[in-house]
């Protein structure tokens, strides 16, 4: 098996960097070099990422031979397009899109960080109170200033830091709208719980392959768990099957290795 050489940039607690990570890893796409971006220190507004790698100022980014795709979608999409012969084939069937198109149209955004302001309705959340507490302070304080900062200092990319610095004083998430996506949420699990009822236990969602689908919904799972709403949607007898499903996945050598790195 070879291809063009890749390269990544990322950071290990980022959605949609674990949803590339866990991609590459089913695809077995084990070689390649990468560089952690630091969210906390807010190092994707450093002015040669933006300027060399994603004006976005957004993780992450791979580069595929000598082309540059950010967007973790249009990365895994690339990907499977590029690497054929002798790799998994990871697009899912028709029934399996449908749940990929589902756990897709989930607002992520909302669901941590309402799970983050909102802590009277999570439990047993993974995501400890200091980080968390010091992330928030961070967003609301340090990235404003960093950005006036950086379009000051670099007016040849000024109107991107000034887009960014709008998104983030514009960007909020009342309760209302947690509640709408936790009320969504319950809807496309329960779907997800009925097909999988219809499916041989040790079947994935399409049948005996992992998908795209699979990968999306294994990766909503943890972040339920992770900033802990999970509870609301399985376990203690809620959801059976849906439960021995993360478990399974929990279980792979894939899964430890994007979500307990220092474990795997």
């Given at each position: 098996?070879?291809?063009?050489?890749?390269?990544?940039?990322?950071?290990?607690?980022?959605?949609?960097?674990?949803?590339?990570?866990?991609?590459?890893?089913?695809k077995r796409l084990t070689n390649y070099d990468y560089?952690?971006?630091?969210?906390?220190?807010?190092?994707?507004?450093?002015?040669?990422?933006?300027?060399?790698?994603?004006?976005?100022?957004?993780?992450?980014?791979?580069?595929?031979?000598?082309?540059?795709?950010?967007?973790?979608?249009?990365?895994?999409?690339?990907?499977?397009?590029?690497?054929?012969?002798?790799?998994?084939?990871?697009?899912?069937?028709?029934?399996?899109?449908?749940?990929?198109?589902?756990?897709?149209?989930?607002?992520?955004?909302?669901?941590?960080?309402?799970?983050?302001?909102?802590?009277?309705?999570?439990?047993?959340?993974?995501?400890?109170?200091?980080?968390?507490?010091?992330?928030?302070?961070?967003?609301?304080?340090?990235?404003?200033?960093?950005?006036?900062?950086?379009?000051?200092?670099?007016?040849?990319?000024?109107?991107?830091?000034?887009?960014?610095?709008?998104?983030?004083?514009?960007?909020?998430?009342?309760?209302?709208?947690?509640?709408?996506?936790?009320?969504?949420?319950?809807?496309?699990?329960?779907?997800?719980?009925?097909?999988?009822?219809?499916?041989?236990?040790?079947?994935?969602?399409?049948?005996?392959?992992?998908?795209?689908?699979?990968?999306?919904?294994?990766?909503?799972?943890?972040?339920?768990?992770?900033?802990?709403?999970?509870?609301?949607?399985?376990?203690?007898?809620?959801?059976?099957?849906?439960?021995?499903?993360?478990?399974?996945?929990?279980?792979?050598?894939?899964?430890?290795?994007?979500?307990?790195?220092?474990?795997?």
């Open positions: 098996m070879s291809g063009p050489k890749l390269f990544i940039w990322y950071h290990p607690t980022s959605f949609y960097s674990q949803k590339v990570l866990l991609y590459m890893k089913e560089k952690v971006v630091n969210l906390m220190e807010m190092e994707q507004f450093d002015y040669d990422f933006v300027k060399n790698v994603n004006p976005k100022s957004e993780i992450p980014v791979v580069k595929i031979g000598d082309k540059i795709v950010p967007d973790s979608s249009t990365i895994i999409q690339t990907l499977e397009d590029t690497f054929k012969e002798g790799y998994p084939n990871l697009t899912p069937s028709d029934k399996g899109h449908h749940f990929e198109q589902l756990y897709n149209s989930l607002e992520i955004r909302t669901l941590t960080f309402g799970a983050m302001h909102n802590v009277e309705l999570t439990t047993n959340r993974e995501i400890p109170d200091e980080p968390r507490l010091n992330y928030l302070t961070k967003i609301a304080t340090k990235r404003p200033a960093i950005l006036k900062a950086q379009a000051e200092a670099h007016p040849d990319v000024a109107e991107i830091y000034n887009e960014k610095l709008q998104q983030t004083v514009n960007f909020k998430v009342d309760k209302a709208r947690l509640e709408c996506e936790l009320v969504k949420l319950e809807v496309i699990l329960e779907e997800t719980e009925q097909h999988l009822l219809q499916m041989d236990e040790k079947s994935w969602l399409c049948g005996n392959n992992i998908t795209l689908a699979d990968i999306y919904l294994a990766l909503l799972m943890r972040r339920l768990v992770y900033v802990g709403l999970a509870y609301r949607y399985w376990g203690n007898g809620k959801r059976p099957n849906l439960s021995a499903y993360y478990q399974r996945w929990s279980e792979k050598k894939s899964f430890k290795e994007v979500f307990y790195p220092t474990s795997a």
